[in-house]
């Protein structure tokens, strides 16, 4: 801690703002520690902001460079606000922001201050940025419309959600319908989606609501491509009297890390069995067939459970490329 801003921090953050229990200061270790948990928050909040501007622009791009001139709507809160603009000539851009208001304070009861104030920033933002800049008009084509103007929309929903916030807010509202009456977010964003592209069929037209489906189904694809990354991984659970050995192979054969928990197996024809570990990883989609073929040769009647992961931090899911043998 040697640098100017480093004892700045120090000096005027850590030492002024925080004491142990007893009222001393804090001694060198703690404010070591202190600076390290506020370098770390730091630099999150700038991944955050980095990723909620990429957002910004892509979803802006979307918006104005495909899907306004052609009166091509999407989903939630974006749909309804092209839908009225479409309808009523009111600029989007205070659409935008007129329509995210009651789920901007809905934010703030179910979700916490910080990511509604991201919320807050993110929606307003979008708004500034679709009032401000101009943007190329690309195509008339409506397949070219509906397929690029809701990837790019898409794009920029999943970057703001990396970055903690939403720049659509019928997210916030189907978080809490779902709480009240018990239902699914997936349900519950249908139902409104549903209401939104009949409604731009009676008001547009058939042939619009059916492209700004597509439209839609785009910028999904596409959402979920952000979020979840290139690779789509798989947690898998193996439950085997040969757990030592499947242990190796997971971590020898194919380069990924191995959790073990204690376990017993169940009451079979051949009454209890014995205690056993219980083998944990995470991999890949693209390797489980050579998971299933290494665990054929160990022990074909292994018990395995597979599941959907939809991110993971750390440890060893990356370190091997695929073709390691």
Sequence with gaps: MKTFWKQLIIKNILRGKNLVDDGKPLNGFQVAKNYRDLKITIIHYFKDFLFIVIGIFSA???????LLNNHFIDGGATGISLLISSITKIPLFILIITINIPFMFLGFKIMGNSFAIKTILAISGLALCVALVDFPFI????L???????MFLGAGIGFAVRGGAVIDGTEVLAIFLSKKMGTTLGDIILIINIIIFSLAAYFLSIEIALYS????????????FIIEGIEEYTGVTIISSHFVEIR???????GRGVTLYSGRQGYG???PTKENDIVYTVITRLELNKLKAELDKIDPHAFVVMSSVKDTKGGMIKKRPLSHS
Excluded: C, H
């Design 60 to 66: 802006s791009f979307g918006l104005k460079g495909f």
């Design 139 to 142: 195509t008339s084509d409506k």
């Design 144 to 150: 070219l419309v509906a397929m690029f103007g809701g």
């Design 213 to 224: 489906i597509i439209t839609y189904l785009s910028a999904s694809r596409t959402l979920d």
């Design 248 to 254: 190796q192979m997971i971590i020898n054969k194919m």
């Design 269 to 271: 024809k051949k009454g």
